[in-house]
Nanobody, 115 residues
Framework: QVQLVESGGGLVQAGGSLRLSCAASGRMRSINAMGWYRQAPGKARELVARINSGGETIYADSMKGRFTISRDNAWNTVYLQMNGVKPEDTAVYYC?????????WGQGTQVTVSS
């Protein structure tokens, strides 16, 4: 079993920064990748950023240059540094982990960007 707990969300003004953290515990062997997704009210969940076991990263186009995903070597924590946030970044942000054929999700953390 794998547990993912997000933290670091909150209210921030447009143009500001936030750093989200995802603490992972449990059976983290054979991990393929971890990522951040987000879901705004009335919209589908979408990819924000993903980092795989080789350290390769991908970002959604609207986040490139503003957000950075990183992790510690033991996959205990994955971070999302959010700079230059915009009101349209307001959403619940979820951490996920892809381990073998299963995908695990955290409960999410709310990010609200005021204009």
């Amino acid at each position: 079993q794998v547990q993912l707990v997000e933290s670091g969300g909150g209210l921030v003004q447009a143009g500001g920064s936030l750093r989200l953290s995802c603490a992972a515990s449990g059976r983290m062997r054979s991990i393929n990748a971890m990522g951040w997704y987000r879901q705004a009210p009335g919209k589908a969940r979408e990819l924000v950023a993903r980092i795989n076991s080789g350290g390769e990263t991908i970002y959604a186009d609207s986040m490139k240059g503003r957000f950075t995903i990183s992790r510690d070597n033991a996959w205990n924590t994955v971070y999302l540094q959010m700079n230059g946030v915009k009101p349209e970044d307001t959403a619940v942000y979820y951490c996920n982990a892809e381990i073998l054929v299963r995908t695990y999700w955290g409960q999410g953390t709310q990010v609200t960007v005021s204009s």
